[in-house]
């Protein structure tokens, strides 16, 4: 067996359930470049593409995305396979039954969607550690950065042209993304406009962030390949994070990377992207960091917050950073302990609400369990634990506002990104 770095040990991992080998980790051995960066950028650009190929007349439903998106899954699974372990699979199959018993049983109104959510953590977390190099980890973000950045002035100098190679609010249409109620508003409202209905600020909203864009780009939020503005943001901010992460190994190329990936949170009004980006320079800048304990609390004072929003509405519901969580505060205030333990549907919408969803298909105490096995996983470095306290963060503020941090756009190179960061190889590069 390969030598460990110093301070890995096996006692150091005794109790970390989350999808990590506890015995016989293979230091030595990582993977060819070409595999990192095929799955990593399928799950940016697997949308646009089959986007693109709807808008030029093939047939791409719902069943056609599910496909492509289980081959990335499966690529991933097969090149971090020997990063899976029995504990792993062992939670995999549990969770399964639960989730498939609790909707034949008990709560039919369950998404069974959510066992995808579940399990892209355990895929692309494994499929890190199987990389485990983070030199590669940075190849790969600075590829996927300049493919968005190139995606992002394309569409900004070149509208019209954009929305000819992608019908957005067709493609989402079709694959069960809108309703037909909000397809057909938004045709009357402006028959020209393909993009997703989240791709415009309204005149009284304007710009958050970036405001000075407003004379290039007007109220229009890119969504560079992604589709839709929020996970373009979101990306960005992940990459942003990542790459002060690994600031002092790289030096002035991540500077470079780092302003491309700021420029695409501005064209896409990425507030809480914005977030993660001065949650990064203060983490890493003050050498903060948070133990398992603190992090495992993050989203219960989150969702203290929101309930407070909620019982006293502080504000208005609207599209605005404060409305949207006052709408998740609300939703959450109206809740049942059924309703908090997925054994009946959420007798409110779940629009904008991240936990709301999350827990109306996954139930509290199983959440917690998984959240669980991501705050605890042994001893880590200071390097190590700042990067999972700036995924805690970003996540827990997602969330707040919405789902879509769970979408593989967005959530692949995250949990990818830990497995890398908590990979033994990381005290060897």
């Given at each position: 067996m390969a030598a460990r770095p110093p301070g890995a040990d096996m006692s150091d991992r005794a109790g970390t359930v989350f999808p990590i080998p506890l015995s016989d980790v293979r230091v030595d051995e990582g993977l060819p470049a070409w595999t990192v960066h095929a799955v990593i950028c399928s799950t940016i650009l697997l949308n646009f593409v089959l986007?693109?190929?709807?808008?030029?007349?093939?047939?791409?439903?719902?069943?056609?995305?599910?496909?492509?998106?289980?081959?990335?899954?499966?690529?991933?699974?097969?090149?971090?396979?020997?990063?899976?372990?029995?504990?792993?699979?062992?939670?995999?199959?549990?969770?399964?039954?639960?989730?498939?018993?609790?909707?034949?049983?008990?709560?039919?109104?369950?998404?069974?969607?959510?066992?995808?959510?579940?399990?892209?953590?355990?895929?692309?977390?494994?499929?890190?550690?199987?990389?485990?190099?983070?030199?590669?980890?940075?190849?790969?973000?600075?590829?996927?950065?300049?493919?968005?950045?190139?995606?992002?002035?394309?569409?900004?100098?070149?509208?019209?042209?954009?929305?000819?190679?992608?019908?957005?609010?067709?493609?989402y249409y079709e694959r069960g993304g809108l309703s037909g109620v909000s397809f057909e508003q938004v045709v009357r409202a402006d028959p020209g406009n393909t993009l997703y209905t989240g791709g415009t600020r309204t005149v009284d909203?304007?710009?958050?962030?970036?405001?000075?864009?407003?004379?290039?780009?007007?109220?229009?939020?890119?969504?560079?390949?992604?589709?839709?503005?929020?996970?373009?943001?979101?990306?960005?901010?992940?990459?942003?994070?990542?790459?002060?992460?690994?600031?002092?190994?790289?030096?002035?190329?991540?500077?470079?990377?780092?302003?491309l990936a700021t420029l695409d949170i501005l064209l896409a009004d990425g507030r809480l992207a914005s977030m993660t980006c001065l949650a990064a320079l203060v983490i890493y800048l003050l050498g903060m960091s948070l133990n398992g304990i603190a992090l495992f609390c993050l989203p219960?004072?989150?969702?203290?917050?929101?309930?407070?929003?909620?019982?006293?509405?502080?504000?208005t519901i609207d599209n605005g950073l404060f409305g949207r969580l006052l709408m998740s505060g609300t939703v959450l205030h109206s809740w049942s302990i059924e309703e908090w333990l997925a054994l009946k549907p959420s007798a409110m919408g779940l629009v904008d609400c991240g936990y709301g969803w999350l827990l109306s298909n996954l139930g509290l105490i199983p959440t917690a369990a998984l959240w669980s096995l991501f705050c605890f996983q042994g001893r880590?470095?200071?390097?190590?634990?700042?990067?999972?306290?700036?995924?805690?963060?970003?996540?827990?503020?997602?969330?707040?506002?919405?789902?879509?941090?769970?979408?593989?756009?967005t959530a692949g190179l995250a949990w990818f990104l830990c497995g890398v960061a908590t990979s033994p190889r990381w005290n060897a590069a």
């Open positions: 986007c693109m190929l709807r808008t030029r007349g093939l047939p791409v439903g719902a069943n056609a995305v599910a496909a492509c998106e289980v081959a990335t899954y499966a690529m991933a699974l097969y090149w971090a396979r020997r990063e899976i372990t029995l504990g792993a699979v062992g939670v995999a199959i549990g969770m399964a039954l639960y989730v498939l018993s609790l909707r034949t049983l008990v709560n039919p109104g369950l998404d069974p969607k959510i066992l995808r959510d579940v399990a892209i953590p355990f895929i692309f977390v494994a499929f890190g550690r199987a990389c485990g190099n983070p030199e590669q980890a940075d190849r790969v973000v600075y590829w996927a950065v300049g493919i968005v950045t190139a995606g992002a002035l394309f569409e900004v100098y070149f509208p019209e042209s954009y929305s000819k190679l992608v019908d957005i609010l067709t493609f909203e304007g710009r958050t962030v970036g405001s000075y864009l407003g004379d290039l780009i007007g109220n229009h939020r890119v969504s560079s390949v992604f589709l839709e503005p929020v996970s373009s943001a979101a990306f960005s901010g992940i990459a942003f994070g990542w790459m002060v992460h690994r600031f002092s190994s790289k030096g002035i190329i991540n500077v470079v990377f780092m302003f219960f004072v989150a969702l203290g917050l929101l309930l407070l929003d909620g019982a006293y509405s502080f504000g880590l470095t200071l390097k190590q634990r700042q990067w999972l306290t700036l995924m805690a963060l970003y996540f827990v503020l997602s969330l707040s506002v919405g789902p879509a941090s769970l979408s593989v756009k």
